[in-house]
């Protein structure tokens, strides 16, 4: 199986200049979002819009075309009308860019092949690498550069994002920026006439800042290369993914979207265990598995320790951990008679710790101490719920400066609304991800412990 | 079985006068918050504090005691010691005082059952319905009177909500108040020394403001009564509830938390089916069925209709109605030719109908007109992501005005951050359930449609 080098892609994710060709200054239409994107960004390199009708574009000078920009770009970027796209393309490999980002639409999507067969031939002929056509761009958040049309800016983390769906990512970058979510590439691939899944996990399999890669698949052409990229990346990055489409109604609508075939849900499963991708199957699942696992090492085993200030919000989670094949286990006497030490009598000690509701920053503090001092848990879940006597701030300190001192995994639960907004915020700032509900909390728990076995059976292999 | 007649209950729930017997002006305890929240509500029956050390609380007049109140109130609520209760509660019940509160903790919970069972023992012997003890109050919008101690007000609305658990309120109020969620009645049912979740049920069966009812059950004393009112009760409101402890794990948590025994799933659901129970797994769940069941009607059949404006979304949230036994069926050609008359070329119109990423106001009327009016579809669900070129206003506000015409039911579901609150909450005012995620509007979906088969089965028995 032959992968792509690493090399043969940082031109497309890391370019030194940019030219963008149909840049505009219709800022509600894609070239005139582009540019406005792209111009405003912090990137210290060069960019250059490129439209033979302006001579000026917020402020920058605008070229008529490639000749007269004055070095030979390492990336271009294209938002011409679909027919034009193959003779800028083509331009742009003579000149030698190395890559290209095609925005335009009109290709595949619509039942045009020949033309997207075009780009391929391109591509293959000079080796120019593609993203898209018909795609929404990418984002590198560690040079400042913004490459897509969004509305949304992404903030910086270490979370990378991978979809084939351009209204996917931008749901996604919204909602990630209104939770304080960062990600380091922001990838839509678009139609995939050239680069595709293999090609984004090869390129982020090295990447320093990415700490977990998330991806959102709809169908994949080459199953083998996919499985030999994944296998890869997952050796050096957690990979979390969904395969939508997986039922017959899904795969029916995935076939009219991106003209992906169907998969069974067991190849599927096969797949992505074999090649060390975990698998959730909602998109909230996927952004806060990717936070788990980009945030929180992986824990040594599935034992869970669970501590709430509040005894419903304790059960419904163990649960969950149960229904998903967690253990919370009961504590030793010894353990249990160190809790009772810090806690007031009428706490339970069992696993889960309910501190009772006036728990604050001390008793979080202690509790949470003990517990991932304790061998007998591999992760901890700590659950805060206002109930008026204390806000969130105390035990968001302390979940927090707990979290900050150990090697096991910490998840944080908060219930409620504007009352637990402060405490959700330092836990993000400290990279304790949040959930809000028993089920989510629960299942990125078991992301998280499965990424070791996955490890396991991949590197068995 | 002897269930409870709603007269006995309406003392409690809609007292004409209310004395607070321990009411302070420490707002950060209990008897302070009680005070300020019943004090400040737009009651307009009589609210009497009561504290022989206190002559004026907030600008009201203060009582030394029960018999210096003008009148024999309906109702008494109790903040004072526990061990101080059944005086208080003895010389109110004596009194003629029909129902009585009980915050005070110090019972059951830390094991003190001799205290709760006279408690028990007045309530028997003077007909005194008690809710309580340990418990956080309730709130009855629609006469505008809070008897909490919540720092989060309850919006006015048609869901009422049932606890064991005096946490879950809080956390439920807090988180409902941000989503815009409002309550008819909000009862927390601590100890259940007399008032229990049958009780709860036969008063809301008949109360005029009340469209659903959401239940968090921990335990169950008494499953025969519990049974026979929630058949009773959902002969008239849809009820929907979760079960926490149904693992080992959470049975053990619940055990040790409200002394609630276990109770095996499969016992629980066929309880919950013979009795016309919706049962969801996620409190999450609980408050998205719950509105949905109040605000939409059941569908007639499980057959979904999906528009999208974005194809991924479409596709994952086929999968899931698919995953919980929904249909997504594939439209006839006739509806098909109806659909593509409305839609560009390159839009799906199979189901999940995929209007483009450009879908407006007039795209979104048309096709949702279309796919109510149509014999093939029970049940809409409208999906919105922003994709930049178009706001969330028009697609709610299309979505709003095609429900407000039809007797079938309709859920939204907007994906991303700021760019869908507009919308949000025009489809809120609407009263059509916005979701965020595809698993969550599916088990929404589920729910409704659960509806009209429990009713047949508990009408068969």
Same mark, same amino acid.
């Given at each position: 199986m032959e992968l792509p080098t690493r090399e043969s892609l940082k031109p497309l994710f890391e370019p030194k200049s940019v030219a963008l060709i149909g840049a505009s200054h219709k800022l509600h239409k894609v070239g005139g979002a582009l540019a406005r994107n792209a111009l405003s960004s912090s990137f210290s390199g060069q960019i250059y819009p490129v439209n033979p009708n302006l001579k000026t574009l917020f402020g920058h000078r605008v070229y008529r075309d490639l000749n007269e920009v004055p070095e030979v770009v390492d990336l271009v970027e294209i938002a011409v009308p679909g027919s034009a796209v193959p003779r800028v393309l083509l331009e742009a490999a003579q000149k030698g860019v190395k890559a290209a980002i095609i925005v335009s639409s009109g290709f595949a999507e619509i039942g045009n092949f020949e033309l997207q067969e075009e780009l391929a031939k391109i591509s293959h002929r000079y080796g120019i690498r593609i993203l898209g056509p018909n795609c929404f761009g990418l984002i590198n958040t560690a040079v400042?550069?913004?490459?897509?049309?969004?509305?949304?800016?992404?903030?910086?983390?270490?979370?990378?994002?991978i979809s084939q769906s351009g209204a996917m990512c931008c749901g996604t970058l919204d909602y990630a920026f209104q939770k304080g979510i960062g990600f380091s590439k922001f990838i839509n691939l678009g139609n995939k006439c050239d680069v595709d899944e293999a090609d984004a996990l090869i390129y982020l399999s090295e990447d320093p800042q990415t700490k977990a890669i998330a991806l959102y698949i709809e169908g994949i052409r080459d199953g083998r290369r996919f499985m030999a990229a994944a296998k890869e990346a997952s050796?050096?990055?957690?990979?979390?993914?969904?395969? !939508?489409?997986? &039922?017959?109604? %899904?795969?029916?609508?995935?076939?009219?979207?991106t003209g992906s075939l169907a998969n069974r849900k067991e190849l599927v499963d096969a797949a992505f265990l074999q090649s060390g991708v975990v698998r959730v199957d909602d998109i909230e699942d996927l952004i806060g598995g990717a936070l788990a696992l980009a945030w929180q090492p992986p824990p040594r085993g599935t034992r869970i320790g669970i501590i709430t200030n509040a005894g419903g919000l304790g059960v419904t989670v163990a649960d969950w951990c149960q229904i998903l094949d967690l253990k919370v286990p009961v504590f030793s006497e010894e353990m249990r008679s160190k809790l009772r030490a810090v806690l007031p009598e009428i706490a339970a000690t069992a696993n889960p710790v309910d501190m009772t509701g006036d728990a604050d920053f001390d008793r979080y503090k202690a509790v949470s101490q003990i517990l991932l001092e304790s061998e007998e848990v591999d992760l901890l879940i !700590?659950?805060? &719920?206002?109930? %008026?006597?204390?806000?969130?701030?105390?035990?968001a300190q302390a979940i927090s400066e707990t979290a900050n001192k150990t090697r096991k995994p910490v998840l944080a639960m908060l219930m409620g609304g504007s009352s637990i907004e402060q405490g959700r915020r330092i836990l993000i700032q400290n990279e304790i991800p949040v959930y809000h509900f028993p089920e989510k909390i629960a299942i990125a728990a078991k992301a998280l412990t499965q990424l070791r076995s996955l490890r396991r059976h991949s590197s068995d292999k």
């Open positions: 400042g550069l913004d490459l897509t049309f969004s509305f949304t800016q992404a903030i910086k983390g270490s979370i990378s994002f050796k050096n990055k957690p990979i979390i993914g969904i395969k !939508a489409g997986l &039922t017959e109604a %899904g795969a029916r609508a995935a076939l009219s979207h !700590a659950i805060f &719920t206002s109930q %008026g006597l204390v806000t969130s701030y105390g035990p």
